[in-house]
């Protein structure tokens, strides 16, 4: 049985920062991140290999966000610097044989943190 297990969202100034944090029980796989703010869809943030080695962000985030991974761990990070307002959303990790930005293409998912950034 696999499981996804976020923590760290929480309330932040703009121009702050967080880090989020996603426990994998079970296999590894390719991970990745996505947020989904109120009415709207859920969308990508970045994605990494399963080894780690190729990392893949949106465009809204790139420069400012982080990902990466404690393959002993098991355990999948978000580094988030610079947040802005329209950051907010609740955040999602997901796991999946390939590192997309496709959500289609993750089996499982965490059950989601909040982000709450205000200006």
Excluded: H
Excluded at 58 to 77: H, P, Q
Excluded at 97 to 115: D, I, K, L, P
């Amino acid at each position: 049985q696999v499981q996804l297990v976020e923590s760290g969202g929480g309330l932040v100034q703009a121009g702050g920062s967080l880090r989020l944090a996603c426990a994998v029980s079970g296999r590894s796989f390719a991970m990745g991140w996505f947020r989904q703010a109120p009415g709207k869809e859920r969308e990508f943030v970045a994605a990494i290999t399963w080894s780690g080695g190729s990392t893949y962000y949106a465009e809204s985030v790139k420069g400012r966000f982080t990902i990466s991974r404690d393959i002993a761990k098991n355990t999948l990070y978000l580094q988030m610097k610079s947040l802005k307002p329209e950051d907010t959303a609740v955040y999602y990790c997901a796991a999946g044989v390939s590192a997309v930005s496709f959500a289609s293409r993750y089996n499982y998912w965490g059950q989601g943190t909040q982000v709450t950034v205000s200006s």
